[in-house]
């Protein structure tokens, strides 16, 4: 009885704040964030711009004295904060969730705060060569669909002034690790892989979007935040703690743009189609998802074990509708909340 | 805990079929989710109203630009007027319940919505905006979530909400559900509509009924499995009253909503831990209008079977299991949380 009255209390709790959310038209999870005006966005720039400076700083200490002298006297903290400077025992402390005296654990980071602009869009348009991906008694086949949205999904980020990288653009066969290096290679700042299901139940037809999953290291989360730069890190314990702010960054931005994807390939396609259904925006352990460096989708935009579904894929004007949602999911994803319906526009205000 | 002397709470299910409110007070009442303007100055002379909601506004549709608003479980994009229709509707119902005099009375109003999955992720906004300034207090909530809340089925749970646009599908994991912990389907009470629509014009060519008739049909004798006795209706063919079996389309239609509410309902407890899946088996809440299908739990049980069975229970009261729901989550926010919302 008691643990059901806490598990009210606690949903109670996450309700209101959904809701609080909504009134104050704020994305989903950002209750404490401030609202994302340009003077804020400005303001984190700035910030940003001081922690980066700093961190450049601490570095720049380091390297020129390797004993790491000059960095202890001019952070002066004391023989507690050198000795573990010198040992590197801060850096396992940390990956233990022990923290040195006098430290403040940092919050979670929230990256929305640091708006980032996309500008480079890597697509890949999955199986090719041998690997061919599923194939329907009608012959169509999946690695030829995926190439066929890749190529029309470029066409349409291209006129909205986005770049372009796309893992494969002929019928050969890349690997998984291929791909994910190509698209670190090129520094792109979003990854899409294009899917056609193959669902053994063959009366489904649906659409899903998958990210790589959140790390379920509370600690690591703990780690990416802003608010401890004056604590005395060592630069390799900030090294670690951008790394880590990136990590989570990337996992919470995959999921946001899965859920801006799979939402838009509902709605978009269900105009056509009311009966596809929404299968949902999943974790799973992608080797393609789990190598690249930004955040990262797979997106199984259609079934083609579905007669219907199979049927309209084999139709250009079906395949342009698809490359269409992609493409408006992205651009919903990049575009700033309170300018999302107004179309077009490249990247996130920066 | 919040439920101050003088507040009135309320529980509302904002359905596509129907539309139910439950009050701190007692109240309790229905209505379809129907709203229909005159189309001319002719019907307005005829209606003597401005505006018909429920039964009243279907029985006089050939008269009124008709909307049912949330249509396949959404709010229409960019629709004013079904935005105006829900409006009308939640003011219809808050009347009913007395609402407005005892805002007039001083009473502060706090209200949970309750509203199809899909509407809730795609339209949140668009509610609000509609529900603005009707009551003090507003949260809206998804209604497969309002039915576990009501139920108390918090933990190892899941709730298939079958409504008319759509089928909810809701994990309960103690937590407040994600994105991961929900799924929707197209496939509910108006896809079993359309069914049996398309199955009579196809095979009963000289009979020729509305959807709202067929609707009707669907609520008074929809069933899966076995039917002891034959399904006769009187439909006029060629003006004349004539008598027609439709047993076999009812089941097909009926029947046709098994397989995805199956597959969906096995995918999401294949996904949750395995630890718990005995659990979540054993806990399976069936609601919404058209969980009143004859037959249709014990069939989703059967599909079970091969996975370690499981049980299904149908809510006792399909027609108020999410007001419920919505008037207890009302009742139980702190006090604290309804100023924070306050409209």
Redesign the interface.
Known sequence: MR??DR??R???????E???E??E?RPKGSLRRHRRSRKIRLTWWLLSGIVGMTVGALFFFLVLDTGGRLYRQWLGNGPETTQAADDGSVIDTLGEAVLPAGFTRPGPLEPDVIPLAVQLIAIDAGHGGDEEGTITESGLVEKELTLDIAKRLKRLLESASYSVTMTRTRDEAVQLKERSRRANEDRADLFLSIHVNWIG?R??RGVETYFLGPTDDPHLRELAALENRDSGYSVADYRRLLDTIYTDAKSVESRRLA?AVQ?SLL?SL?RTT??????????APFVVLVATEMPAILAEVSCLSNEHEARLLARPAYRQQIARALFEGIRDYCAPPESADSGGGKGKES | MSNEEGDLYIGIDLGTSRSAIATSRGQRHVVESYVGWPLDMVARKVIKRDVLIGREALDNRMMLDLHRPLERGLLKEGSEKDQAAVRQLMSHLLDLAGVREARENGSRVRAVVGVPAEALRVNKEHLREALQGLVDGLIIVSEPFAVAYGLETLLHALVIDVGAGTTDFCMMKGHYPTDEDQRTLPNAGDWVDEQLARLLSERKTEVNVSIHTVRRWKEAWSFVGEQSKPLKVTVPVGGKPTEIDITEEMRLACEGLIAPVAETMIDLVAASETEYQEKVRQNIILAGGSSAIRGFAKRLEEELTEYGGGKIKVVDDPVFAGCDGGLALATDAPGADWEKLSS
């Open positions: 643990q059901n598990i009210k606690s949903l109670i709790r996450e309700l209101v959904e809701n609080l909504a009134i038209r139940n009366t489904v859920t939402r709605v269900r009311p009966e596809i259904s929404n299968r949902g925006v999943k974790c």
